[in-house]
């Protein structure tokens, strides 16, 4: 596990370094500059102090054995008169000026000059001077050297400070019950850490919401399943009392209706509770058309059972991007209320237009309809429609969940449902992407 300590650690000492080295290299560079200057100037004012009289014979030779500077001087004849260390690996003629040798024992630096009626050379090795800046950066910079430890444990201390107010985030989190999901008080905190705490009380505000969401879906489904499986628990009840085979058929019957009705019911508070997130499983382009299609094929040979002509009257070519389960789920919904509503004899019309660029899909039947005061409650889950004459002729009983599901999963995919008056007298739903 990484920790935000110790890089910022580690790459704040490395930068360290790295500003030392560059500041070592500088130092050393302008070192080497005013070194080479100043002894430069120094093999000049011993070359002007030497005696300019001519040599009448070789002063004599001797090896110091030292890396200071070398002496040699020639008569205007050519002839070597005196040189301090005749083992050095110089060039046994001068030139005149300053100038660099480079020789298998080091570079020189070398000066000559023409003193009177000698011919003067003066030479000093490179490496005094190196080892001279060297030496100077390295006084400069080995105070920043030593302090590097105190360094690294001041930017320790401080940056345990400034990660302190994550830590009491952190503990006010772990400190909480799951279910308080008040949010986190974002007062006093450093600019860095308000957009996180900000962001984690978005999160809490949409996780309370979801929960309580999730707690009365649950409350409402218990209580609509206790209807259908008591209906299950009395019809099983008089198949176990029947006398005969006629009444034992007829409980059989209402037996596998409730059964039916209860499978429905699970069916739908499943698709209900998949269609909750607000984000879709998949997200494809989708030949409405076809989809309808799909699903008019598939519900009508339960429409012509029920005696109910259902058909496409109107299809253009349109496409969506979404979920093709989802949308499924949706349109079989609506045009299995609109053939269960419906009453035998009756018909529904299954329309698709592209209106200024908008699909539209809109499913028309000719049963009871429903009331303009209720159709927004309809929406609602769990809410059953008033039965009026006409919707008691159907024989229906709905669960309310049907227009709950096509609301959300139609929310899923921006469109926006619409509940009107059809041509025939009945209920108009329009789905408009």
């Known amino acids: ?99 660099t040798e480079h020789t298998d024992r080091g570079d020189w630096r070398v000066y000559g000059a023409i003193v009177g009626d000698n011919v003067v050379q003066l030479a000093q090795p490179v490496s005094v001077r190196n080892r001279l800046a060297a030496n100077v950066a390295l006084r400069t910079l080995w105070p920043l050297i030593v302090l590097l430890p105190l360094l690294g444990l001041a930017v320790w201390v401080v940056v345990g400070r400034g990660l302190r107010p994550l830590r009491r985030v952190t503990s006010a989190l772990d400190a909480r019950h799951p279910e308080a999901l008040d949010p986190l008080p974002d007062q006093r905190l450093p600019l860095e850490v308000q957009p996180l705490v ?109 005696g109910v002509d259902l058909g496409i009257e109107a299809s253009e070519p349109a496409t969506v991007t979404g979920d093709a389960d989802a949308l499924r789920v949706m349109f079989n919904n609506l045009v299995d209320n609109a053939t269960k509503y419906t009453p035998r004899g009756g018909r529904v019309d299954v329309g698709l237009h592209v209106e200024e660029g908008h699909p539209v899909v809109r499913i028309a039947d000719s049963g009871p309809g429903i009331e303009p005061a209720e159709r927004d409650r309809v929406f609602d889950r769990f809410y059953r429609a008033g039965a009026g004459a006409s919707r008691a002729r159907t024989d229906v009983a709905g669960s309310g969940l049907g227009l709950a599901i096509v609301r959300r999963i139609a929310t899923q995919h921006h469109a926006a449902v619409k509940l009107d008056e059809s041509p025939a007298g009945g209920l108009q739903v329009e789905v408009r992407f």
């Open 198 to 306: 900000r962001a984690l009380n978005g999160l809490l505000e949409r996780l309370a919401t979801a929960l309580d969401i999730q707690k009365a879906f649950v409350a409402d489904a218990a209580h609509e399943l206790r209807t259908p499986l008591a209906a299950v628990q009395i019809q099983s009840q008089l198949v176990a009392r029947a006398k005969d085979d006629a009444t034992r058929s007829e409980a059989l019957a209402d037996l596998q209706a409730g059964v039916t009705r209860a499978t429905r019911l699970a069916e739908q508070l499943l698709a209900l509770a998949r269609s909750e997130p607000d984000g879709l499983a998949a997200t494809n382009a989708i030949d409405l058309r076809a989809l309808l299609q799909d699903c008019v094929v598939a519900y009508a040979p339960l429409a012509q059972n029920r």
């Open 1 to 99: 596990m990484r920790s935000i300590r110790r890089q910022l650690l580690f790459w704040l000492l490395a930068l360290v370094l790295l500003g030392v080295g560059i500041a070592g290299w500088l130092i050393y560079r302008q070192a080497l500059a005013e070194a080479n200057e100043l002894f430069d100037y120094q093999l000049e004012q011993i070359a002007a102090a030497l005696p300019s009289e001519p040599f009448s014979q070789v002063l004599g030779s001797r090896d110091t054995g030292d890396e200071g500077i070398v002496l040699q001087i020639w008569n205007r004849n050519g002839v070597l008169m005196y040189y301090s260390r005749p083992r050095a690996p110089l060039a046994p003629r001068a030139e005149l000026g300053f100038s």
